[in-house]
């Protein structure tokens, strides 16, 4: 699955708050999923993901 994979799912929406992390948690995004900072990862594999009930997704990536 890629990350705009989930967007794909209804996961995402323009209100969500995105954070991509690398293998060892470090934050190399943060946006929504249509800035330019995110969109650098669409097509990037997703290792996990969470998502929290005030409309944050954090993304771990290999």
């Known amino acids: 699955m890629t990350v ?20 060892y948690l470090k934050l190399i995004a943060h946006g929504s999923w249509y800035e330019d900072e995110i969109l650098e990862y669409s097509n990037t594999e997703v290792e996990s993901f969470s998502w929290q009930d005030d409309d944050k997704v954090f993304i771990d990536i290999e």
């Open 4 to 23: 705009s994979n989930l967007h794909e799912l209804g996961l995402i929406t323009d209100n969500t708050e995105i954070f991509i992390r690398d293998e």
